[in-house]
């Protein structure tokens, strides 16, 4: 079955420390993303790649960083400069250029204590 | 720059009951306009999407959605609910220029359904 995958999906952290959470998907999709999911906000943009080796910050791209050397992996590193890291984090991949549809994983919630 | 507007956050009603879920969005154009459920601790589901044509979308679940350009609105619907159906619900936009083709959430309703 194609889609995405994320793991893990409970992470605990200690605050300074920095943390990758995975994403992975096997739909051959050339555009992936990563968002942030807050209680009361909605989902907000950190950082979208649409092709390997590229990538753009999103709306709340500080205390984030990212790398796409593979098409189908797109990790998010959560650095100890992120001052409100506890959330839940989603990834979508799309199939660019013609398809404006995004696919999402089932979530990592991350938890700094 | 686009935004979207969901006004109710919250929104019970009985099963077997009609739902209206609302959506503004605010963009200079036309945009491409979806709506995707969520059930707890989960991701994103797509329900429906709107590109062009037809204003009377039909998506997943038994949803629709009517596109508004008047109203600049998107509001979702479905005539009898099922208790299955208590989720969070948020709709979404995409300009058809936008970079990266970045969707803009709303900040969601989350249903309940009482039996």
């Known amino acids: 079955d194609g889609g995405i995958t994320q793991s893990p999906k409970y992470l605990f952290r200690k605050e300074g420390q920095n943390v990758t959470l995975s994403c992975e998907q096997n739909?051959?999709?050339?555009?992936m993303y990563w968002y942030r999911q807050d209680p009361g906000q909605g989902l907000r943009l950190i950082y979208y790649s649409q092709i390997v080796n590229d990538f753009q910050k999103g709306d709340i791209a500080e205390g984030y960083s990212v790398s796409r050397e593979k098409k189908e992996s797109f990790p998010l590193t959560v650095t100890s400069a992120q001052k409100n890291p506890t959330a839940f984090y989603l990834c979508?991949?799309?199939?660019?250029?013609?398809?404006?549809?995004?696919?999402f994983g089932p979530g990592t919630r991350l938890t700094v204590l | 720059a686009q935004s979207v507007t969901q006004p109710d956050i919250h929104i019970t009603v009985s099963e077997g009951a009609s739902l209206e879920l609302r959506c503004n969005y605010s963009?200079?154009?036309?945009?491409?306009l979806f709506w995707y459920v969520q059930s707890p601790g989960q991701g994103l589901q797509l329900l429906l999407k709107y590109f062009s044509g037809d204003t009377l979308v039909q998506g997943i679940k038994g949803f629709e959605a009517e596109f508004k350009r008047s109203q600049s609105s998107f509001n979702l619907r479905k005539p009898s609910v099922h208790w299955s159906d208590a989720a969070e619900y948020f709709c979404?936009?995409?300009?058809?220029?936008?970079?990266?083709?970045?969707?803009?959430f709303g900040t969601g309703t989350q249903l309940k359904v009482e039996l």
């Open positions: 739909l051959n999709h050339d555009a």
């Open positions: 979404a936009v995409v300009g058809p220029t936008g970079g990266g083709n970045k969707l803009t």
């Open positions: 979508a991949s799309r199939r660019a250029p013609l398809d404006n549809e995004q696919f």
């Open positions: 963009y200079g154009a036309t945009p491409y």
